[in-house]
């Protein structure tokens, strides 16, 4: 097979529910823009089984996207599963964990989920609330509880907790109070910059690069600082782990939200699904072998316009398949 476009995926993106109770303003679910291409759905627990039925050579998959992984009804028996399998999951994109049964949060810590990051942007309602429209600090906060409680019951050092914070303009001075909470509920804590420059900008740059240790106090600055975007590194995403819609489509990464690539990991199979014309073709222009064209949704992508603009195409071998050095 050739290492350059095509691939047998061990690691692959398998959204468990693109459904979401909060309105974060931002958000493609929200506006509605993500509606037509990944739709409203869930994993359903038959065709999860299928997929790790017919493809064993898959060891980890990543659960989150643009939804809510706590609406997916099924999700202890995927979890169940997938530990039976021997197949290793995380939650890494997100979570708001604001309404989650206990019996799944048990399943959680029961069935070792490896790692979740937690979606909380702010220490106190208001301020939660400004940006998780519909959100409830104190409920995830309590989840966090109760995850921690049957992570001592079990004596399982999973899943890992990592409180994400993105920084806005209206958040910034919550940064130090978010992070010691973080620290008494034995989470990482991670400053995200923000994706949209228009809501809420941060208001002091300077003290948020203080807050933070970053270099950076917005996506803009760190362009200007690395030469590079700031999830610069999701383009590897095609080869190491594609990403998976809830009802099989390829949507190739996790920021692709607009475009389709053709095939469908339950109806064509994964190998098939990940190695469609389409893809393929993808691969190559982010290795800079082929130019851009119309219908492949990277040619309409900003991270791709920026490595066209600069000539900074990805850089693969055979044994590493994809490489994206200084990607954050």
Same mark, same amino acid.
């Given at each position: 097979?050739?290492?350059?476009?095509?691939?047998?995926?061990?690691?692959?993106?398998?959204?468990?529910?693109?459904?979401?109770?909060?309105?974060?303003?931002?958000?493609?679910?929200? /506006?509605?823009?993500?509606?037509?291409?990944?739709?409203?759905?869930?994993?359903?627990?038959?065709?999860?089984?299928?997929?790790?039925?017919?493809?064993?050579?898959?060891?980890?998959?990543?659960?989150?996207?643009?939804?809510?992984?706590?609406?997916?009804?099924?999700?202890?028996?995927?979890?169940?599963?997938?530990?039976?399998?021997?197949?290793?999951?995380?939650?890494?994109?997100?979570?708001?964990?604001?309404?989650?049964?206990?019996?799944?949060?048990?399943?959680?810590?029961?069935?070792?989920?490896?790692?979740?990051?937690?979606?909380?942007?702010?220490? /106190?309602?208001?301020?939660?609330?400004?940006?998780?429209?519909?959100?409830?600090?104190?409920?995830?906060?309590?989840?966090?509880?109760?995850?921690?409680?049957?992570?001592?019951?079990?004596?399982?050092?999973?899943?890992?907790?990592?409180?994400?914070?993105?920084?806005?303009?209206?958040?910034?001075?919550?940064?130090?109070?978010?992070?010691?909470?973080?620290?008494?509920?034995?989470?990482?804590?991670?400053?995200?910059?923000?994706?949209?420059?228009?809501?809420?900008?941060?208001?002091?740059?300077?003290?948020?690069?203080?807050?933070?240790?970053?270099?950076?106090?917005?996506?803009?600055?760190?362009?200007?600082?690395?030469?590079?975007?700031?999830?610069?590194?999701? #383009? /590897?995403?095609?080869?190491?782990?594609?990403?998976?819609?809830?009802?099989?489509?390829?949507?190739?990464? #996790?920021?692709?939200?607009?475009?389709?690539?053709?095939?469908?990991?339950?109806?064509?199979?994964?190998?098939?699904?990940?190695?469609?014309?389409?893809?393929?073709?993808?691969?190559?222009?982010?290795?800079?072998?082929? *130019?851009?064209?119309?219908?492949?949704?990277?040619?309409?992508?900003?991270?791709?316009?920026?490595?066209?603009?600069?000539?900074?195409?990805?850089?693969?071998?055979?044994?590493? *398949?994809?490489?994206?050095?200084?990607?954050?």
């Amino acid at each position: 097979m050739d290492p350059v476009d095509r691939i047998t995926p061990v690691r692959i993106r398998l959204e468990a529910s693109s459904a979401c109770q909060l309105r974060c303003p931002s958000c493609p679910t929200t /506006t509605g823009d993500a509606a037509a291409t990944v739709g409203k759905g869930w994993l359903k627990f038959a065709q999860f089984r299928q997929l790790l039925d017919a493809n064993p050579q898959l060891r980890e998959i990543e659960l989150s996207n643009y939804g809510e992984i706590f609406l997916n009804p099924e999700l202890a028996d995927i979890l169940a599963y997938a530990q039976a399998r021997g197949i290793a999951l995380f939650c890494d994109n997100g979570a708001n964990l604001n309404d989650a049964p206990e019996a799944v949060l048990e399943a959680l810590v029961r069935h070792g989920l490896r790692s979740m990051l937690c979606s909380i942007d702010g220490a /106190t309602q208001e301020v939660y609330a400004t940006y998780r429209v519909r959100g409830t600090l104190a409920a995830v906060l309590a989840n966090i509880r109760r995850i921690n409680a049957f992570k001592q019951q079990y004596a399982s050092p999973w899943p890992e907790l990592t409180w994400q914070f993105v920084a806005f303009g209206h958040n910034q001075h919550e940064i130090p109070a978010a992070r010691a909470l973080a620290a008494e509920l034995g989470m990482k804590f991670f400053v995200k910059l923000s994706w949209d420059a228009d809501f809420s900008p941060v208001r002091d740059a300077a003290a948020l690069r203080r807050d933070t240790g970053m270099p950076a106090a917005s996506r803009d600055e760190f362009r200007t600082l690395h030469g590079m975007e700031y999830m610069h590194g999701i #383009c /590897t995403q095609l080869w190491l782990e594609p990403q998976v819609n809830w009802d099989g489509k390829v949507l190739g990464c #996790c920021r692709n939200f607009w475009g389709e690539f053709g095939g469908n990991a339950f109806s064509d199979g994964l190998e098939a699904a990940v190695n469609t014309e389409a893809i393929r073709y993808a691969r190559r222009m982010l290795l800079g072998l082929e *130019p851009a064209r119309d219908g492949i949704p990277c040619t309409t992508c900003d991270l791709y316009r920026h490595r066209e603009r600069r000539g900074d195409w990805i850089r693969i071998t055979a044994a590493a *398949p994809a490489t994206a050095p200084g990607t954050p």
